[in-house]
């Protein structure tokens, strides 16, 4: 069972997280009512998960995410207040996604992100990038969401990671040079990975049509022009691990 701490001062909410958690067997939650509540059970144990209301009676602007990130917990953020401020806000937090409260409805809809990331972390990503910083980023936002994360700097390291993990499900090329080869890269993949689900994505600057459709002939799976947002990257991730056999 993988342990999870609920933080929300609604007792209407916390009943509804309580009836769905209770009828899976996937988790041992605790549920807590303040900020001090959820400072006292942080104190006492360690959780793999998370969801909170941003805004409590006795921490309104967002403590208790601050609180959680310290503890190593990326919140799942459930929260009636989504405007672009709050994105501002929250911006440099470590958060793995938000759910607008409707009523006291889309609680079903945070157990399901609970659930996908549990299963993310039996999920193998490999990252390949001659950039140490571009890779460092790419790899902190897919353990934000639980993924296991490989990284490899050129092309002969991404086919050593692949030969010794046939577990690898997802493969993230950045197509810089000079260090990584990309159409190598995708070629050894598809010739040699055992690993016959494996699914690619491209990142490149370049926006030529002629270059995306290249990489997709030649094995990608999906392709995304940098400077996207986070959201879309996790998108992509998830509309092609959800298509794995």
């Keep these: 069972m993988s342990k999870l701490l609920i933080v929300e001062d609604s007792i209407i909410v916390q009943a509804v997280f309580k009836k769905l958690l209770d009828e899976i067997p996937e988790f041992d939650y605790d ?9 006292q059970l942080l104190s006492k144990r360690r959780y793999e998960f998370s969801v ?32 672009e401020d709050f994105f501002d806000d929250y911006e440099s937090a470590q958060i793995v996604g938000y759910v607008k409260k409707v009523k006291y409805h889309n609680e079903e809809l945070v157990v399901k992100k609970l659930l996908q990331l549990r299963v993310n972390k039996q999920t193998s990503v490999l990252v390949v990038s001659d950039s140490k910083i571009y890779s460092s ?6 353990n934000l969401h639980s993924f ?59 926006t030529n049509s002629y270059f995306t459709s290249s990489m997709i002939h030649s094995g990608a799976d999906d392709y995304l022009v940098k400077d996207f947002s986070r959201d879309e990257f996790y998108t992509r991730v998830y509309q092609n691990i959800n298509k794995l056999c």
């Design 31 to 39: 549920l807590a009512s303040s900020y001090a509540e959820a400072k």
């Design 52 to 83: 909170c209301e941003h805004s409590l009676k006795d921490a309104k602007h967002g403590e208790v995410i601050a609180l959680l990130n310290k503890h190593n917990l990326a919140p799942i953020v459930f929260t009636s207040k989504i405007n």
């Design 137 to 142: 980023y790419l790899k902190q936002n897919l």
């Design 148 to 206: 296991k994360v490989f990284n490899s700097h050129n092309n002969e390291d991404a086919y050593e990671k692949l030969d010794l993990h046939p577990e690898i499900s997802l493969l993230i090329i950045d197509s810089n040079e000079p260090y990584v080869d990309t159409l190598s890269v995708l070629t050894y993949a598809r010739q040699n990975f055992v690993n016959s689900c494996l699914k690619i994505i491209v990142l490149s600057d370049e």
